[in-house]
């Protein structure tokens, strides 16, 4: 079955049933659920961050700050500009607020989003990065049938969105990152974490929350080694945990 990876997702923390007798949660996750409760969100900083947009700041400086600690290779203004992929990128919030600001401002951001009313959105709000250079490429697609170019990425960002993946379908996505990204560079993870024993799937939105064990099992099976991870700090405490993690190959 065929999944979408959506827009960023942040919810209050909900009580699941017990799991114990059923499949794995994330065998109910469906597209087509998925792709409709994305279309019937608005096109909007809060309606992306689940009426949380008073969070949006500080999201962005955790981001921010974590990428700093990473000490990417810094890119000569002889070499060519180098690119990175905002996915599951919404109406652009993080692009503009974060991503294209990297390396000084010169840098060409890529978009990955299947939800065509987000990309169009985006396109406004990302006008002057677009007319400026440091917007490329817009693709209405979703994770689980996205491949990135060999070697093409400084960065390849995933934020609140890989919720919308099976277990598998993300490993096979983030295989393909791995391919991705260029020598030194990164692929991150930004993801709310189940405090529970098990990954709790959302009705809603058809999503999963993995629990931190579940995804650095995945991140290996993938071939991807951890080089930092860290928790996002001053969100409200009935939100859930949000973790980010640097991932490259082993």
Not at 3 to 24: F, G, R, Y
Not at 127 to 134: L, P, S, V
Not at 185 to 206: Q, T
């Amino acid at each position: 079955m065929s999944t979408t990876a959506s827009v960023s997702q942040i919810h209050e923390q909900p009580i699941p049933d017990n799991m114990s007798d059923q499949a794995p949660p994330d065998a109910s996750i469906d597209t087509q659920k998925s792709l409709e409760y994305w279309n019937s969100v608005d096109a909007t900083p809060n309606g992306m961050l689940g009426g949380f947009e008073s969070v949006s700041r500080v999201d962005l400086v955790g981001s921010r700050t974590f990428v700093a600690k990473l000490k990417l290779p810094e890119t000569p203004a002889t070499s060519p500009t180098p690119r990175v992929a905002d996915c599951g990128a919404g109406i652009g919030r993080i692009t503009k607020g974060f991503l294209s600001k990297l390396n000084g401002g010169r840098i060409c951001v890529d978009i990955v989003e299947p939800v065509k009313k987000f990309t169009d959105q985006a396109k406004v709000n990302l006008k002057d990065e677009i007319d400026e250079g440091r917007v490329g490429e817009i693709y209405n697609v979703g994770l689980e049938n996205w491949t990135p170019e060999k070697g093409a990425y400084w960065v390849i960002w995933n934020q609140w969105c890989i919720g919308h993946l099976q277990d598998q379908q993300l490993v096979s996505y983030l295989e393909r990152c791995k391919v991705g990204i260029v020598s030194g560079g990164v692929i991150v993870v930004k993801e709310n974490i189940a405090s529970d024993p098990d990954d709790i799937y959302d009705e809603e939105d058809s999503s999963v929350t993995r629990t931190d064990p579940k995804l650095r099992s995945l991140f290996k099976q993938a071939g991807l080694k951890m080089v930092r991870t860290e928790i996002q700090r001053g969100l409200p405490k009935q939100l859930y945990q949000v973790r980010s993690y640097a991932l490259r190959p082993l």
